[in-house]
């Protein structure tokens, strides 16, 4: 029997085996709760099939959105010293930085680029919600600053595309003064009349929302996008009233004069063309 169990069974099972399935092959929709499969979510730019829902889309595939055939370079960012706190958790800070370095090939949250949109040239900047949820410590406030001050040497159109649960908890007030630092940056610009864009993508919130996310000459939502300060849930048990089903949803906020333009996600490229043409 253990001759069967030990020798037999395991030759005649390897020669059956099922091959491993790939995981996450299917996309449950959060707001219909479709099954998607990811190639057919992706080839529709990760927007729901059958209501519409946008899903979050990474900084990369977002470059792809908006630039075709490669048409941009990359500035690179400066470098700082990291953990100015000295911060650590469960984990180091550190350690956190280099396991999110290693997970999206990125130094931070944050990529800067150079390019153009059909005939336009721009400097836009992409909050990476891969790394660390796009949150803002010193590195982003700088690389901020950095596309401002180049778009006024350049005198290029500033665009930024936010994706960020807020301020960098592990940077402390450090990263609290990102804010105040990326008003001033905005401030710059408009001191000079370069136009600034903001596109607010799902989600933007906190000191992201607080600061330079809420400035933009042109200020473009995606469709369904989260965008607030302090979360739903904490503001109703603050005010002790039940808030409306869409409240800090891109509609809601247009409804409201905080957002100009709501846009489908496929007409994204499109909408951003035509408000260049309109103020370059």
């Known amino acids: 029997m253990n001759w069967l169990t030990n020798f037999v069974k395991p030759k005649l099972s390897s020669l059956v085996k099922r091959r491993d399935v790939p995981e996450k092959l299917w996309n449950n929709c959060l707001s219909c709760g479709s099954m998607i499969h990811h190639k ?13 829902y946008h899903f979050r889309m990474t900084a990369e595939d977002r470059i792809k959105l908006f630039f075709n055939n490669n048409d941009y370079n990359e500035i690179e960012l400066d470098r ?23 997970k999206t090939k990125r130094e931070d949250a944050f ?7 059909e005939n336009i040239e721009l ?4 909050m990476n919600f891969e790394f660390m949820g796009g949150s803002m410590g010193r590195a982003v406030g700088g690389a901020i600053v950095k596309g401002a001050k180049l778009s006024i040497e350049k005198k290029l159109p500033y665009v930024v595309v936010t994706s960020s649960g807020g301020a ?26 370069i ?34 300060f302090a979360g739903k849930r904490v503001i ?45």
């Open 195 to 228: 136009p600034y864009i903001v596109i607010l993508t799902e989600p933007t919130t906190g000191g992201v929302t607080a600061s330079f996310a809420m400035l933009g000459d042109i200020t473009i939502a995606e469709k369904g996008a989260t965008i607030g």
């Open 40 to 52: 057919d979510l992706n080839q529709n730019l990760r927007v729901c099939i059958n209501c519409g």
């Open 236 to 280: 109703q048990d603050t005010i002790r009233e039940e808030l409306p089903i869409d409240f800090q949803k891109a509609e809601y906020l247009k409804e409201h004069g905080m957002v100009d333009i709501v846009v489908h996600r496929k007409e994204l490229r499109q909408t951003l063309h035509k408000v260049l043409q309109h103020i370059s």
């Open 168 to 193: 960098r908890m592990q940077e402390g007030i450090i990263s609290l003064m990102q804010m105040p630092r990326t008003i001033a940056a905005v401030d710059m610009l408009n001191e000079n009349k």
């Open 80 to 102: 700082i010293s990291d953990d100015p706190l000295n911060f650590s958790d469960k984990k180091k800070y550190k350690d956190r930085l280099k396991e999110y370095r290693k």
């Open 111 to 117: 990529i800067l680029l150079q390019g153009k949109i």
């Open 123 to 126: 400097i836009i900047g992409l």
